[in-house]
């Protein structure tokens, strides 16, 4: 059982944390305030984009998203190329955001990996809708929708704890202050942590243990 004040998270965190960081989960013992998930590129599209519409519920609360790009350039020997990344931005409704245009021309095989997180307390009651494009053409700048999902549509609102220390990377014992009172006795869930000095250190962590209140 993680000790008082603390919560016990999988892996470790990939950078330091200072008290001013934030983590956000939801008061449900199902629902999640992070979605994550991967979206396959046919081959037949040159690039591909990824639209973040927080217009589709305009009163929502503000997010944070994240788009990567996951390819494989050969197949003779499997050649991977996992670096390709936008940095973690926010969005607050009814703005509207969209992601890089990755380059999929010479890829065989294209994943875009998309994740959104709540970072706010107010609800987002019919969601954030997150529409994947691609392009067939390089001259031609029109875009065709391969999919498109609803995400973090809750009428709950999201909780928000503070780190009580400030934890170095690679901790997985992080000290957050009254973790019960903040829901984090939802375990085995994921779980947004706000780095509000360095917007790109943000990152997801998976919850396995929850301490008592002081």
Known sequence: MAAVDT????????????????IYTQDHATNSSVYSNQFHIPLVYKAARVIYNGAYDPDG????????LLRTTSITTPTKTANQEDAWLALTPPAVAESSAFDTSASWDSIIAVDVCQSSVTANTTGIEVIVQGRKEDSVDEWVTITKVNVLAYAAVAVKSDFAAQEAAAQTTLSVTDPTTGKLTHLGKFVFLEDTVTINNSEIAFVVECGADA
């Not at 919560?7 to 934030?22: A, N, Y």
């Not at 609360?61 to 990567?68: D, E, F, N, P, S």
């Open 7 to 22: 919560i016990l998270i999988l892996d470790g965190i990939m950078h330091q944390k200072e008290t001013t960081s934030d």
């Open 61 to 68: 609360g503000r997010v944070h998203y994240r788009t990567k």
